[in-house]
């Protein structure tokens, strides 16, 4: 009985050792939990991958609406809270996200952040009975710094001074164009790599009257415009002296296409000069507007001028004349008459520097101090002439004269 038994246990054995039947469904189960782990793990982490990628562009996006806020005063404040706008405006599809840290560093020019988002498994969860713990929740951590780049910057603030900005307008365009100044100059004060100019313009623009012998100046008379409105040639300068005024810096536009170029000015090419702006003397007597004039401040027939004669058009029965009449020129014979600036002063109207109502323009300067001191001197008059603006915009970052100041384009 005891080897009977004895074989059949071996013979049980040997069959089930060689039993084949249920193998592959065995392997099947091991196989489809490794597919499972490797499917949950490759779309859950492409997911998280995805969520990440999505979060760093809108810190970054944060950051960089941030920057504009740097070297103003509530910098901290409104600096943080616009990056919190934009990142939430980014953010939609994820309100367990949150941006943290927000800094803003005016001396280095730096602005930092970085974020928080609660990321939850979905697949992953499924296998969390087999693997604890990979399924869970978890963290995800994205930072991002807008740096203030090592090149170097030239601006040329070319801002409307015109009457159209008068009451608030220019107000609002000072603090714009200081707020402005303060954000370029956040880390590089004291340093050359931000240059501003400023140019204020109007009717016309304001080269500063520090710059009456500059050799860009036609104070020879060699312009073609240089004797516009006068029946004899008469240099602007001297016509200055003669009524007591002093030119309070702006130019005419120069003719022949030029006042759109960045052609320098040489005085051997005398339409290449730039000619002091002078506002003729109006017809009418001094201080008395006429119609179509409002610029009348010298005596047509004052100065050096003849006197008109007077013509009587009636007598008394005594021979007295009862009504005179002046016999004055045409207007436009009385506006061109220089004799009248000599030994006459100016005595209502606006004077020669009629429509050069604007500040000086500020050449390009790396002194914050200086730039926010040009904006807050504007003021609003005048009409406007779009393109005298640009175009001293343009010149002043112009390596060529009048201004040197800029880098040139390979700089």
Wanted: include cysteine; charge should be positive; charged fraction near 25%.
């Amino acid at each position: 009985m005891l080897n009977s038994s004895h074989r059949s246990t071996q013979s049980f054995t040997r069959r089930f050792r060689d039993d084949e039947s249920g193998v592959s469904a065995v392997v099947f189960g091991i196989g489809f939990t490794a597919l499972a782990l490797v499917a949950g793990i490759a779309i859950d982490y492409g997911r998280l991958v995805t969520d990440k990628i999505r979060d760093q562009r809108a810190v970054d996006a944060a950051v960089l609406a941030a920057s504009d806020r740097l070297g103003l005063e509530d910098q901290d404040v409104s600096g943080k809270a616009r990056a919190e706008a934009f990142y939430a405006a980014n953010r939609l599809k994820n309100p367990k996200s949150t941006i943290e840290d927000v800094k803003l560093d005016s001396n280095t020019g730096e602005v930092s952040a970085k974020t928080k988002t609660g990321w939850q498994a979905t697949l992953l969860k499924g296998l969390d009975e087999f693997f604890p713990g990979i399924g869970s929740d978890r963290e995800v951590s994205v930072s991002a710094t807008v740096a203030r780049g090592s090149g170097t910057v030239e601006l040329a603030l070319v801002l409307d001074n015109s009457g159209s900005m008068s009451g608030t307008s220019i107000a609002n365009l000072r603090t714009a164009a200081t707020d402005l100044t303060k954000t370029v100059f956040a880390g590089v004060e004291g340093t050359d790599r931000v240059m501003v100019g400023v140019v204020p313009f109007a009717a016309s623009v304001n080269v500063g009257p520090q710059n009456k012998t500059a050799n860009w100046i036609d104070g020879g008379g060699v312009g073609p415009t240089h004797y516009e409105n006068f029946a004899e040639q008469r240099n602007r300068f001297e016509l200055f002296n003669a009524v007591g005024e002093s030119w309070a810096g702006c130019v005419e536009a120069r003719p022949n296409g030029l006042d759109v170029k960045d052609r320098k000015p040489v005085a051997s090419v005398g339409k290449t000069m730039f000619v002091p702006m002078f506002a003729p003397d109006e017809p009418g007597e001094a201080g008395r507007a006429r119609s179509g004039y409002n610029n009348s401040y010298l005596d047509d027939d004052g100065g050096q001028c003849p006197r008109y004669e007077k013509v009587c058009l009636r007598y008394s029965r005594r021979g007295n004349c009862t009504n005179e009449q002046t016999v004055r020129l045409p207007d436009s014979e009385a506006q061109a008459r220089t004799c009248k600036y000599y030994g006459q002063r100016r005595s209502g109207g606006s004077g020669p520097n009629s429509m050069c109502t604007t500040q000086p323009l500020l050449p390009l300067n790396s002194t914050r101090s200086d730039v926010e001191y040009a904006i807050s001197r504007m003021q609003a008059s005048g009409n406007t002439n779009i393109k005298e603006g640009l175009a001293w915009g343009w010149r002043v970052l112009s390596r060529r004269a009048p201004f040197r100041e800029g880098r040139g384009k390979n700089a």
